[in-house]
């Protein structure tokens, strides 16, 4: 083993290396040795065993192996498992494989840490809302160090599809509807999982999913069939995959949809041409959960064997939970379908992640780190900043908020006022719903004692009963301000919770227009994993904080922003439509031959409702007000490989401390394929003291000015670009210029 020692040792350095310095001689003489090693190791596998690697099998619910898991570890036919936590379970486990096994190779322990591990930070969609991709890469970088110690080695995160329609409930995992803000934070999550060395203790290696257009799914219902345009697929729904994997992404995980008639667990174009052929990934890809068994029913494999050769000779390299590699692997070999080749690279594929997670030297947990790393004073402080930066403010009529926390008396109200279970949000780790800290105890601990508090559920989440409705509303009448927390519960956004509509559930709009009916100030606290249709409560309550599913320390953050302690600084990662007919709704929406006008009946709008958002995308408020101005370009005609710099003021003039995000969006007004109206490619998140100035650059390059052309080449056209920078997508303050690119 000392020879896989200095491999590793070598193989983090090289890790750390990549990242700073282009690969040099010594780095890929180290790569040759990983390689070596791999070979030596490939020459002694039987068949057998080269086929257990490509396996991965699900645990129990509760975190614990199967029986059967044993046997299989010890005859080397098992490569990885999903689920199985816990430093004490994992090293019991990984002890037979190491001790028992013919070829002592490490098994490699996996789990959906999405956003958090025991910590529970909030939801993915939250986290984008920050604009702030540092966020993403602190949260992460919290749930890699709980997950690790726990004996945990892979996290199937970031999930980074793009979600424009917000029917599908697996909205709330992802970064929302932008490619270009989607790459932001697939890259700072990536670096927040991996760091620069994930055989780090308090690294794991990422798995960027699900490839490809998963969120693209027709109607917005979970696991449906995608169908689009090349182009489309490489301007919006490649963007963030090709930044994880320029960010050095471990393993991608292969989705569950058929895409343009072919799944993508068996898409030789996505998997080999692009992700090998164009992007050289050289890590490996998994499949989703029995994605290569659900070929059948797809009806691209007749049968199992099927399944297997077409997922395998695709570029899929470990199967997850079905059992098709393993059963059929050694028929098809015989048979010719499969070749020897493709096998031993699916395997040197997986064997070079376990070299890089340094496996080989450390296949074990540390049982007493995971005691001091779990759930730990310094990650609940760092999941309350987290949260708070994580909202937006979407209306604040008359400065309702701040909230004064000298009033003598607070209605809180809802059926997520007092919610543990419900503020994890979806896949929510190992987290325990007693670690929630509900918005009632965190204002009870915020304000003075002599305050008085008044709480009242007024209703479920999703029922029909109003019976909870007089009590509510009689607090209300007895308090100074009444708040209101309503939205979803967990299970309605995530896997395989798709919603036909976007209204809030049961009877809590009327329990919020019986509140406004009592007269007394009131804010709405939504606590939810999709944009929601929530139009009467936007025409006629003061104040909305959208605080998503903000995780175990929500109801501190959500306190922290209504009490003014923290000034909200958020923007909408998506667009809030104003009825679910408007789906999919997105801002870079190409024009039509007929944009829309109000007053011409034949443009491209609806009769019922107006065609624009509730509320757009990029959009949020603060406590204080900004102004943009003195938008400067460098030039007004560049080189179609030229770079242009934009540069703009922001202002703070309000009287308190606060965060604008300023956004640059461009347009390339004709081109020889039809453009969005508008692309965001440029943002930066800023702190301002009241009066305070800053000038702001962003620069534009070839990368960002060009797209696919009708022979799919990736160009810069010659031609005018406008440039918008505001502080939303629909900013009727933003400034515009424009500048033209010259041949
Ligand atoms: C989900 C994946 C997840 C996997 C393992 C699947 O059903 O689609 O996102 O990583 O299960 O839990």
Redesign the pocket.
Known sequence: MTSIRSIRMLSILLLAFSFIAPPSSSHSQQRKDIEKEINALLARMTLEEKLGQLQQLDGEGNGNFRPEHRDLARKGLLGST?NVRGAQKTNELQRIAMEQSRLKIPLLFGF?VIHGYRTILPVPLAEASSWDPAVAERSASIAAAEARSSGVHWT?AP?MDIARDARWGRIVEGSGEDPYLGASFARARVRGFQGRDYSAPDKVLACA??WVAYGAAEAGRDYNTTDMSERTLREIYFPPFKAAVDSGVGTL?SS?NSLNGVPASANPFTLTHVLRGEWKFDGFVVS??TAVQELINHGLAANEKEAARLALNAGVDME?VSRNFNQHGPDLLRNGQLSQATIDEAVRRILRIKFRLGLFEHPYADETRERSVILSPANAAAARELAARSMVLLKNERETLPLSKEVKSIALIGPLADDQQDLLGSWSGDGHATDVVTLLTAIKAKVPSATKINYAKGCDINSDSTEGFDEAVRVARESNVVIVAVGESAGMSG?ASSRSSLDLPGRQLDLVKALRATGKPLVVVLMNGRPLTINWIAENTPAILETWFAGTQAGNAIADVLFGDVNPGGKLPVTFPRSVGQEPLYYNHMNTGRPPNANEKYTSKYLDLPWTPLFPFGYGLSYTQFRLSNLQLSATRIRPDGRLIVSVEIENTGKRAGDEVVQLYIRDVAASVTRPVKELKGFERFTLRPGEKRRVEFALTPEHLGFYNPEMRFVVEPGEFKVMVGTSSADEHELVASFEVQK
């Open positions: 999903l959906d199937f999930m999913k699900h995980m569950f989703d959960y997850m896997e």
